[in-house]
């Protein structure tokens, strides 16, 4: 069984359907309002554990009705939440989700993930020490991914950092990092780029190695000690809702990591693509036998 760590971001999802986006000033009738558990480091830590890994998430969490339903929600998955903290003095985060014609639009609030310090890392070096890969994305302070990152390092564990949402990072961050997994946009914001850049060229500027996600076109990965990046192409299903995604699509990667990344890029495009005939993040991530079965019938 693979040992995943996940430091990361703890959110209620409040997701509203909609015909299309309503434009600036504009009030819509949407269609249907669910609370669904998300952040992005739940989201990767629930996407792992249903593909049969081990998984400890650190994070935070208030002390209020949503911390206590996300939670149980976690404890039900099966993720270890040692080094979850529950703060008296902050809500809980949450991210509004528009979903419209199988696309979103986010808004976020931190609130306790903002809240997420280094020190809390350092506290499970034990877990960290212990795990075959460590996640971790940017809905946290840049002082704990960076604490993250480095703790990596020296305990000579791969992390993989999914720069989301993006931010310019310093290079000798980025030589730390075991994959980073960005989408077009993102690998720019990172590297300080011109967004329109030819993406290969960005991804060979990249000081460490890139896996990039685009959507339905599947993903492109440069391993180290490879010039030319490699194509897998995307799983052609009919989509109900992206959000969650591309935390999908890192779970996976950091599960399957140990069969190479070839392999493991090619199964992590198969699991994010079932993620979006669901609505939801985490109600839309597969158990390990639905991907099984999406990847023998695509071999047959």
């Not at 600036?24 to 996407?47: D, H, I, S, Y």
């Not at 990152?149 to 949402?165: D, H, M, T, Y």
């Not at 980073?180 to 690998?187: G, Y």
């Amino acid at each position: 069984m693979r040992r995943i760590v996940v430091v990361g971001s703890i959110n209620m999802d409040l997701v509203t359907q909609a015909p299309r986006f309503p434009g600036p000033g504009e009030t819509l009738l949407g269609e249907r309002f669910v609370t669904v558990p998300g952040g992005k480091g739940a989201n990767q830590a629930v996407a792992a554990a249903r593909l049969g890994a081990e998984v400890a998430l650190v994070g935070a969490l208030g002390a209020d009705a949503f911390g206590d339903q996300l939670h149980a929600g976690l404890l039900r998955e099966g993720i270890v939440l040692d080094h979850v903290q529950r703060l008296a003095d902050s809500a809980s985060g949450t991210a509004s989700i528009t979903v419209a014609g199988g696309e979103n639009q986010i808004l976020v609030v931190p609130a306790a993930n903002a809240l997420l310090r280094p020190a809390q890392v350092e506290r499970a070096a034990g877990a960290i020490g212990r795990a075959d890969a460590v996640l971790v994305q940017m809905e946290i302070p840049l002082e704990t991914v960076e604490a993250t990152l480095r703790l990596g390092q020296r305990l000579g564990v791969p992390v993989i950092l999914n720069p989301a949402p993006a931010r310019p990072l310093p290079a000798d961050w980025l030589r730390q990092v075991r994959y980073l997994t960005p989408n077009q946009h993102e690998l720019a914001t990172v590297l300080d780029a011109d967004p329109d850049a030819d993406f290969h060229a960005l991804m060979q500027r990249a000081p460490c190695p890139v896996v990039l996600t685009r959507g339905a076109e599947g993903a492109w990965y440069r391993d180290q000690g490879h010039d030319r990046a490699s194509h897998q192409a995307g799983f052609a299903v009919e989509a109900v809702d992206s959000t969650g995604a591309g935390d999908t699509f890192n779970g996976a990667l950091a599960v399957f990591l140990g069969e190479g990344l070839p392999h493991a890029v090619r199964k992590a495009c198969a699991t994010a693509a079932l993620s979006v005939t669901r609505l939801g993040a985490q109600g839309g991530m597969p158990r390990l036998h639905e991907v099984e079965a999406l990847l023998g019938r695509q071999a047959g």
